[in-house]
């Protein structure tokens, strides 16, 4: 984890080392996607913490999150 200041808040992000990503197999992502679709989650920012893993896959091991793309929220825009 890191921690960076926003204003006067710290804000803790969590990084994955990419060696961590190239071992997660489909059904690590399965359970992963089980949890985000329950929202079962004490607070808000364990949803965020599997959110964010959720997408870092999706950026290394896209095959493994394409059945569930639609946790994402992923849209296609234009920043122009």
Request: proline share 4%; net charge negative.
């Amino acid at each position: 984890m890191s921690k960076q200041r926003s204003g006067g808040a710290v804000m803790t992000t969590a990084t994955i080392p990419k060696q961590d990503l190239d071992n997660i197999t489909a059904e690590d992502v399965e359970k992963l996607a089980g949890r985000l679709e329950r929202d079962d989650y004490a607070n808000p920012f364990a949803a965020l913490e599997d959110w964010h893993l959720l997408r870092a896959i999706a950026f290394h091991k896209a095959e493994l999150v394409e059945p569930y793309l639609y946790l994402l929220d992923i849209e296609a825009y234009d920043e122009a």
